[in-house]
């Protein structure tokens, strides 16, 4: 990894130039259909038949064709800027994944990761040696997505249980889950551009032990900084989530939850840093 300033991201990211531009700019509304077709159509179809093609597919092989492992990227950690290979990003990731969800592993019935993609986080996660022992579940919005993790899941013998999930109309379909349970999302969350103020009941109800989010965070991005005005209009370009926090703060002052924030932690994409949120159910 090589450290870069933020006046040298305008070279490696059109959209930049592209943005300061104009006075106006089109913005891509996350509708349902629009997602279907980004992800279950594009994205996961077409993983998904090379996938079927291949006669011994691995997780690994998908990473790189499905995450450009193997290029090089500019993206954020704690407030400075890099460039590294796809695949040193992922790893930074996931090991900020490991270390949140760690605490939690021994009083925990399982883990389960809710909008799950292809798998990716989840898939590798279990091979930790703390976490290869826990029960997995996943649930993902897309089938074509669901049939890779259960492909997936089964070149790494890992037994995953599936279902789908659906955060607009706050639905989990296809499996149980445990009490108790470790439960996670991971750039998924922020696909609803407005989440329902029941969002945190919904997620309650399954009596979790912890729920953690990764998640982008509109509220987070400053208004007093070009980075973080750069972070809300790339937020409201592409219609993701602006009121994660608002939900979440609304159940924490009415003490339904307790919760703990690390703002702007990492972001494979400068201008869509994580944040991570940890809560648990007030007794």
């Known amino acids: 990894m090589k450290e870069i300033l933020f006046n040298d991201l305008p070279r490696y990211i059109n959209w930049i130039k592209h ?82 969800i760690s605490p939690y592993i021994n009083q925990a ?10 798998g990716s986080k989840i898939l590798n996660l279990s091979q930790f040696n703390e976490l290869n022992e826990l029960p997995l579940y996943a649930a993902e919005y897309t089938k074509n997505g669901c049939e890779l993790i259960s492909i997936l899941s089964k070149t ?29 999302t991971s750039y998924s969350v922020h696909y609803v551009p407005h989440l329902s103020n029941d969002f945190i009941k919904f997620l309650s109800n399954l ?15 400053s208004v007093k900084t070009l980075h973080g005005l750069l972070c809300r209009r790339y937020i409201e370009s592409n219609d993701y989530n602006r009121n994660i926090i608002s939900v979440i703060d609304s159940a924490k002052n009415d003490k339904k939850i307790s919760v703990k924030m690390k703002n702007n932690i990492i972001g494979s994409n400068p201008f869509l840093p994580i944040s991570v949120i940890e809560w648990i159910i007030e007794q």
Request: glycine share 8%; proline share 4%; net charge negative.
């Open 19 to 100: 943005t300061l531009s104009r006075r106006d700019f089109a913005i891509k509304y996350k509708t349902e259909e629009e997602v279907i077709r980004e992800y279950d159509n594009e994205k996961w179809g077409g993983l998904l038949e090379k996938v079927k093609k291949s006669l011994n597919p691995s997780l690994e092989e998908v990473e790189i064709e499905s995450n450009s492992f193997d290029q090089v990227f500019p993206f954020f950690i704690k407030g400075k800027f890099y460039l590294g290979l796809g695949k040193e990003i992922a790893d930074a990731h996931l090991e900020l994944y490991r270390k949140t």
């Open 109 to 118: 019935s399982c883990l389960v990761e809710l909008g799950a993609g292809f």
């Open 156 to 184: 790494i013998n890992k037994k995953v249980g599936i279902g789908q999930c659906d955060f607009r109309k706050l639905e989990i379909s296809g499996i149980e889950i445990p009490k108790n349970a470790i439960i996670f």
């Open 207 to 221: 009596n979790p032990l912890v729920v953690i989010h990764f998640e982008p965070c509109y509220e987070h991005y």
